[in-house]
């Protein structure tokens, strides 16, 4: 994210899954990392791994469709 704002051609979208829901857990990794806050967060629940794929396909779509 830090690189591609350093190029005013590029408008970077930040998806974030939420698949970590727990805000302390999540927030760790955003400000540990210096990641900005997400533009999306698609709030996937905790469930089976496959579970989460079957969210995330599910909400990305519309979600990219919108912006």
Do not use: W
Not at 32 to 47: F, R, Y
């Amino acid at each position: 994210m830090a690189e591609m704002l350093k190029h005013p051609g590029i408008q970077p979208l930040l998806v974030h899954t939420g698949q970590h829901y727990d805000l302390e857990m999540s927030s760790s990794f955003f400000h540990g990392l210096s990641i900005p806050q997400p533009n999306i967060n698609l709030e996937v629940d905790s469930a089976s791994a496959a579970c989460q794929v079957d969210q995330i396909m599910q909400r990305l779509e519309p979600a990219l469709v919108a912006e």
